[in-house]
């Protein structure tokens, strides 16, 4: 089992900077993807970023070039710096850890607001 605890959303004006970040405890030893994920009122969760345990990161177009994810496996954490936010990047979003055997654990979200 794996646990994550997102900290650091909040409500931000556009063209503002917020950083999220995940701590995840338990069997950390068995996870191999980590990410955040975000889904907005009526929209289905997308996948923002992701880092492998390797270092291998993937973006979605949307925030390539204003989204950073980093991860720090000596203190099990992943954050996410996020710049030049949008209105459009208002959402809830979640930590998310996927392990070795391809099982998916999620955080319980955290709030972004971006207000124009």
């Known amino acids: 089992q794996v646990q994550l605890v997102e900290s650091g959303g909040a409500l931000v004006q556009a063209g503002g900077s917020l950083r999220l970040s995940c701590l995840a405890s338990g069997s950390i030893f068995s996870i191999n993807v980590m990410g955040w994920y975000r889904q907005a009122p009526g929209k289905q969760r997308e996948l923002v970023a992701a880092?492998?345990?390797?270092?291998?990161?993937n973006y979605a177009d949307s925030v390539k070039g204003r989204f950073a994810i980093s991860r720090d496996n000596a203190k099990n954490t992943v954050s996410l710096q996020m710049n030049s936010l949008k209105p459009e990047d208002t959402a809830v979003y979640y930590c998310?850890?996927?392990?070795?055997?391809?099982?998916?654990?999620w955080g319980p979200g955290t709030q972004v607001t971006v207000s124009s």
């Open positions: 998310n850890a996927r392990t070795f055997a391809y099982v998916n654990y």
């Open positions: 880092v492998t345990n390797g270092g291998a990161t």
